[in-house]
């Protein structure tokens, strides 16, 4: 399968160069790590080390089989304008928040999967990227149901010896995804400390009454999240995260501009009831960034 994967930092590149292995794949992203991908590959270190050798541009490519779409949130609406020139037969986000399948598919004419990433990874340097942890691919229709495309794609990711599944819910786990990240990324990014430190005390607290505002919201939309399912699984990330940084607070710590209006604040936005845990912690990630511009 001809891959493209768009936003080649972190986890595009490391996804990008475990299906390199099998496929042909072009990572799209950013000088000096494209120009150093360009000219000797793309090295990955940690859980496993190998080196691959997918194509590396700043631009997207006229056509591609599968456009895998991993950038941040506020350049969603950039990505979908370049990919609609593209010649494309399916597009997969993996991006975190909400509502990005739906700015892709209002702009692109092809089928858009939904998908959720567990893999762990960091960007070391120029054409090298760290293998911090072992996860799961999940994808399959936006509206969920049956998917044949999905389907293919799945396959497409096995055979490149990821761990994906083809699921018919995504909708709801859409919704568990932002349940896990309203608790531990704006709560991290704010607190200064490793996903670890919300295992137990006043972090593990504050992450769990996130997590329930997000699954009450989900359920106000028709997702059928339960409490106790949001918050299970947010302890369960801690513990299997414990010592990783969010990316949240990766952004915070580079001066970076964060997602925190697709995380929390989509939460916020769509709440039909008051949600003051994540409304707080909105607008003190909000007010962070202000005093970062000013």
């Given at each position: ?5 768009v ?12 299906l ?6 072009t ?7 494209m120009e150093?991908?360009?000219?000797d ?5 940690g ?9 590396g541009?700043?631009?997207v ?13 506020d ?6 304008e ?7 037969e399916?597009?997969?986000?993996v991006?975190?928040?909400m509502g990005?399948?739906e ?5 692109l004419s092809c ?16 054409g ?6 072992r ?11 049956e ?10 990711f ?9 699921a018919t819910d ?23 400390v490793?996903?670890g430190a ?9 992450a ?7 699954a009450?919201v ?7 999240l339960?409490?106790?399912r949001?918050?299970?699984?947010t ?9 990783n940084?969010?990316s949240?607070l990766?952004?915070v710590?580079?001066g970076?501009?964060t ?13 039909e009831?008051?949600?003051?845990v ?5 607008r003190?990630?909000?007010?962070w960034?202000?005093?970062r511009?000013?």
């Amino acid at each position: 399968m001809d891959i493209a994967v768009v936003g080649a930092g972190s986890l595009g590149s490391l996804l990008g160069g475990l299906l390199a292995r099998e496929h042909d794949v072009t990572l799209v992203g950013r000088d000096p790590h494209m120009e150093r991908v360009a000219s000797d590959g793309l090295r990955v270190r940690g859980v496993e080390q190998f080196h691959s050798e997918p194509a590396g541009r700043t631009d997207v490519p006229a056509s591609a089989d599968l456009a895998v779409v991993a950038v941040k949130s506020d350049d969603t609406a950039a990505v979908a304008e370049q990919l609609a020139d593209c010649d494309l037969e399916v597009c997969l986000s993996v991006q975190n928040g909400m509502g990005n399948e739906e700015i892709l598919a209002d702009a692109l004419s092809c089928p858009v999967l939904a998908g959720t990433c567990t893999y762990g990874a960091r960007l070391e340097e120029p054409g090298t990227v760290a293998f911090t942890g072992r996860g799961e691919v999940v994808l399959g229709a936006r509206e969920g149901g049956e998917s044949a495309v999905g389907q293919r794609v799945g396959a497409a990711f096995t055979e490149a010896g990821i761990d994906a599944t083809v699921a018919t819910d995504m909708p709801r786990r859409l919704w568990a995804k932002l349940a896990v990240n309203t608790a531990i990324n704006a709560t991290t990014a704010l607190a200064r400390v490793e996903n670890g430190a919300l295992a137990d005390g006043p972090g593990a607290d504050l992450a769990a009454d996130a997590a329930r505002e997000t699954a009450r919201v989900a359920r106000e939309q028709g997702v059928d999240l339960t409490d106790e399912r949001a918050v299970a699984l947010t302890r369960q990330v801690v513990r299997d995260t414990a010592a990783n940084r969010s990316s949240m607070l990766e952004d915070v710590a580079a001066g970076r501009p964060t997602e925190i209006d697709a995380i929390n604040g989509y939460v916020v936005r769509v709440a039909e009831e008051p949600v003051p845990v994540n409304e707080t912690l909105t607008r003190l990630v909000r007010t962070w960034a202000a005093g970062r511009d000013e």
